[in-house]
């Protein structure tokens, strides 16, 4: 009988020392299971991250959206008028001269060079002040008088030179907004008809045409206003020029007429 017992315990055991291993990896498997049961669902639940455009991407939407055919000719009202600007802004920068310094050195040069000193220093001074004094030392010979009149006419020409493309600058500030009012009426155009097509008002069937008429609005506006800036910038450099030029075309003829009565 004790025979007996011991074997069924000692199968009992050997039992045991069996299933235990096949549990615990059963336990394992489905631990397994459960976390890629929770990881599959995370990925499920997960928010897209949405990228931003980039500013170039949003300038070339709404440039499309605002309709090519008018967006393409604001665009040339800008290139040219700031082209335009620059183009003048060096122009005068270059121009402008110390016109004290200048008329000491005319001063000097007519009295130890004579007139052809003068001149050479007036042929060699940029900007329009030495053409000017130029000028009229060339008519030196038949007096003061028709020097004096030589630098009026040449002032005149030499405004009509500074001042040349400002008009075309001035003619984009006026024509860049009225471009973007002119997409704004076949904007809101479009949507009326779209409207009559629909046959009655919703959101989404006038968004387009009201979204046109505003970038090209926003637009003409943009233009003209930086426009409008180097227009007044040049304006102010063309009226510091003017006025240096009248004072120093009076000393000038002051010195002049002293050294023609000795």
């Known amino acids: 009988m004790k025979k007996l017992i011991q074997s069924i315990s000692l199968f009992f055991v050997l039992g045991l020392a069996v299933l235990a291993p096949l549990n615990v990896v059963a336990q394992d498997d489905k631990v397994e299971d459960a976390q890629e049961v929770v990881a599959e669902g995370a990925a499920d639940v997960a928010v897209p991250v949405s990228e931003e455009p980039t500013f170039t991407e949003f300038m070339k939407d709404l440039f499309i959206d605002g309709g090519i055919e008018f967006m393409v000719v604001v665009l040339l009202c800008l290139i040219i008028g700031v ?41 060699n001074t940029r900007g329009p ?110 009226d510091n020029l003017v006025n240096s030029m009248e004072d120093a075309s009076n000393t000038f003829m002051k010195i002049v007429k002293s050294r023609l009565d000795k």
């Not at 009426?185 to 009655?200: C, P, T, W, Y």
């Not at 006038?206 to 008429?213: H, L, N």
Request: glycine residues 12%.
């Open 83 to 123: 082209a335009i600007a620059i183009e003048r802004i060096i122009y005068l920068s270059l121009a402008t001269v110390n016109t004290k310094k200048l008329l000491n050195k005319i001063d000097e040069a007519l009295e130890h060079g004579g007139l052809d000193s003068a001149k050479e220093l007036c042929r």
């Open 129 to 238: 002040v030495g053409s000017i004094f130029y000028e009229g030392l060339s008519r030196a010979e038949e007096g003061s008088e028709v020097v004096e009149r030589v630098i009026i006419s040449g002032g005149s020409v030499q405004m009509g030179l500074m001042e040349k493309g400002v008009s075309w600058i001035s003619l984009f500030i006026a024509l860049a907004p009225m471009l973007g009012f002119l997409g704004t009426v076949l904007g809101m155009i479009d949507s009326f008809n779209a409207i009559e097509e629909a046959g009655g008002i919703k959101p989404t069937v006038v968004a387009g045409g009201i979204k046109t008429a505003l970038i090209t609005t926003v637009a003409g506006l943009v233009v003209a206003i930086i426009l409008q800036v180097f227009y007044n910038v040049i304006v102010a450099k063309i």
